[in-house]
């Protein structure tokens, strides 16, 4: 079962901003200039030093893995994106990189928990290539670019990893080994212009819904100094008018969700009003203070302050 950007299941069918988001994605000239900034082990290289750590095509596009991830037990799942990155040295590392869209940043349950499950999967499909060698195990990043543009969340990036450390009272001065074998990345997408010089500002520019493809390649070219291949202005303008759907079912939601939070703040006001009403009779029938005609009376506590705002609003 596929999940779509409101983590819904449906028939196993590629939707239809799939495609261009891969194409997009799989850019490796892209690639090299975002990696950087969220894979922990690219962290300062300089995009073509990344381009080199790739498995590319002529057309230097990047080789992917396989996006299902079966299990007999669990069925299986299809992610957005899934690649190798492999970075030389004296013992060569390879991490896997996990790219998925998402608009929806709430979509019913948390989306980290998602990101994190995927990492599980991703995890456990490489049993096959490292059999019973455990330490052969590769790092797996789960990033997910969200272009929901809430203000509280836009153009930021959220790391969750793995990390070890003794409890309080049972220490050692033996050094804890690593486990950091999964990272979920979530970031958070802005508008045109913002965050520049920095991977969101790149992306910022490419998923921008308010200028042309002439405009994307100008800014990338000037802003960024990067040629990208013309095809993906293509996909990014395909991605962007098959995804107003969704931004469209998005924003009927969350205008419904804030039409229910006016009606529960307006139900809530009325209630206090008439709690605050109760109270003063009790305070003027039997000489008692608030808190002591609150207790009296046994309201929900919860109710407490606001209904002693509205006491002392009526006695001005």
Request: charged fraction near 30%.
């Amino acid at each position: 079962m596929k999940e779509d950007t409101y983590g819904n299941s449906s028939v196993n069918t590629e939707p239809y901003y799939d495609h261009p988001f891969k194409q997009i994605m799989s850019d490796g000239v892209l690639a090299s200039n975002i990696l950087g900034e969220f894979v922990e082990e690219l962290r300062g290289r300089d995009p073509e030093y990344i381009l080199s750590c790739l498995d590319l095509t002529e057309e230097r596009k990047i080789k992917m893995r396989n996006s299902e991830s079966s299990s007999v037990a669990n069925g299986p799942i299809y992610r957005d994106v899934v690649y190798d990155v492999r970075i030389p040295g004296d013992k060569e590392v390879k991490v896997i990189v996990n790219l998925e869209a998402q608009i929806d940043p709430n979509p019913g349950y948390p989306l980290e928990a998602r990101a994190m499950y995927y990492l599980g999967r991703a995890i456990s499909d490489q049993k096959a290539e490292i059999g019973h060698d455990y330490s052969k195990l590769s790092k797996v990043y789960s990033i997910w670019l969200v272009m929901d543009l809430q203000k509280e969340t836009v153009n930021t990036i959220v790391r969750h990893k793995m990390f070890g450390s003794y409890d309080v009272g049972f220490e050692s001065p033996a050094r804890i080994r690593p486990c950091d074998y999964a990272e979920v990345v979530m970031v958070h997408l802005g508008k045109l212009g913002d965050k520049r010089q920095t991977a969101i500002g790149l992306l910022n520019i490419l998923f921008s819904k308010n200028i042309s493809k002439e405009e994307r390649i100008r800014r990338c070219e000037e802003e960024y100094k990067i040629v990208l291949d013309p095809s993906l202005f293509n996909e990014v303008d395909d991605l962007m008018v098959n995804l107003d759907e969704d931004f469209k079912r998005y924003m009927t939601r969350l205008g419904r969700e804030e039409g229910k939070k006016e009606e529960a703040t307006r139900q809530r006001a009325i209630f206090v009003d008439i709690l605050s009403d109760s109270i003063i009779r009790v305070m003027q029938q039997e000489a008692l203070s608030f808190d002591a005609s609150f207790d009296k009376i046994g309201y929900p506590e919860e109710y407490r302050q606001e209904v002693k705002a509205a006491v002392e609003a009526k006695a001005v």
